[in-house]
């Protein structure tokens, strides 16, 4: 398995335009994690799926933000219209029940987004 | 609410000297901690976690449930060890990990 994949790599873009996030997480794991990563504030966990249902999505910073998991292999995280401070590292894990509630995260190598 | 501290945002010491990264967490329940770690370049991997009382590349870590910590440490600093460290408490009520905000350990040589 190549673990999760996350594309793209790195965004740039400017002020207003659409961003969409994409992940492809580890074939038969049923949660599905979305954090942000900067320098101020670390790492923030923006919403998590269990089995493509959003369980909490408390973290997410506003409604310039949604994410969707349409089917267990797939999951999006789209900004519109995106801000100079959305600029982070945008980090997807998954992982799998049966190594029980509290295990393993996989996380995916991270979108890195800059908007100027 | 569930909360994680992670005092300093940068940690630099000698090679070979001790280290110690903290971490604080704020009681709700008994949650299950885990330290991450981001070497460069790298993916967010697991360190370790307590349930496992293990000891990964040389680095411990003890949960002290009265001063509600869970600090990593390790004897003899190397190089390689140079990176981003993670607290990362996972409390059961709210099915969820949330992670400090992180320390960036640098080994001088």
């Known amino acids: 398995d190549a673990g999760v994949i996350q594309s793209p790599r790195h965004e740039v873009t400017e002020m207003g335009q659409e961003v969409t996030l994409r992940c492809k997480p580890i074939?038969?794991?049923?949660?599905l994690f979305w954090y942000r990563q900067t320098m101020m504030r670390g790492l923030e966990l923006l919403i998590y799926?269990?089995?493509?249902?959003?369980?909490?999505d408390s973290g997410m910073p506003e409604d310039r933000f949604s994410a969707k998991m349409p089917n267990a292999s797939f999951s999006t995280l789209k900004i519109q219209p995106s801000e100079p401070r959305d600029s982070a590292v945008y980090f997807c894990?998954?992982?799998?029940?049966?190594?029980?509630?509290?295990?393993?995260?996989?996380f995916g190598e991270g979108s890195r987004l800059t908007v100027l | 609410a569930q909360r994680v501290t992670q005092p300093e945002k940068l940690l630099s010491v000698f090679k070979g000297a001790p280290v110690e990264l903290k971490c604080n967490y704020s009681y709700s329940g008994s949650p299950e901690l885990f330290w991450y770690v981001q070497y460069s370049r790298q993916r967010l991997q697991l360190l370790l976690r307590?349930?496992s009382r293990e000891s990964i590349k040389g680095f411990t870590a003890d949960l002290n449930k009265g001063e509600t910590s869970f600090h990593l440490k390790k004897p003899f600093a190397q190089e390689e060890d140079s990176a981003m460290y993670y607290c990362a408490p996972w409390y059961s009520s709210a099915s969820k990990i949330i992670f400090g905000s992180g320390t960036r350990l640098s080994i001088r040589p």
């Open positions: 307590h349930i």
């Open positions: 074939s038969g794991h049923d949660y």
């Open positions: 894990a998954s992982k799998s029940r049966i190594q029980g509630i509290s295990g393993e995260l996989f």
């Open positions: 799926f269990n089995n493509n249902v959003p369980i909490d």
